[in-house]
């Protein structure tokens, strides 16, 4: 949910502010459950899955590690001198 910019009315007592302060703070807890099923529906574990899309999936994640590896790898041998600077990659030797 994206906060939407308005201006708020000014308010004229502290009555106006306590009202304004428990409609927020039900909206809050009510965006925070709505997160929270999601979250938990993002990493439900799928129990009925069968044997080829397990294969698949580990197929999959395998590529995956695969290519960050060498994704990896060649920024490291493109951009040593910005790794040098943090301590990291080869240095040079002078003859």
Known sequence: M???KSSSPPYATLEEIRLRKDQLSEEI???????????????A???NS?????????VANS???IDA???VRK????????FRFFGG???KKRR
């Open 75 to 82: 920024l490291m041998k493109n951009y040593s001198g910005v």
């Open 89 to 91: 990659g080869k240095k």
């Open 2 to 4: 994206i906060p939407e």
């Open 29 to 43: 807890e009510r965006d925070s459950a709505q997160i929270g099923n999601l979250w938990s529906q993002l990493f």
């Open 63 to 65: 590529v995956t590690a």
């Open 50 to 58: 069968s044997k080829g899309e397990y294969i698949a999936t580990l």
């Open 69 to 71: 590896f060498l994704l």
């Open 45 to 47: 574990k799928q129990e």
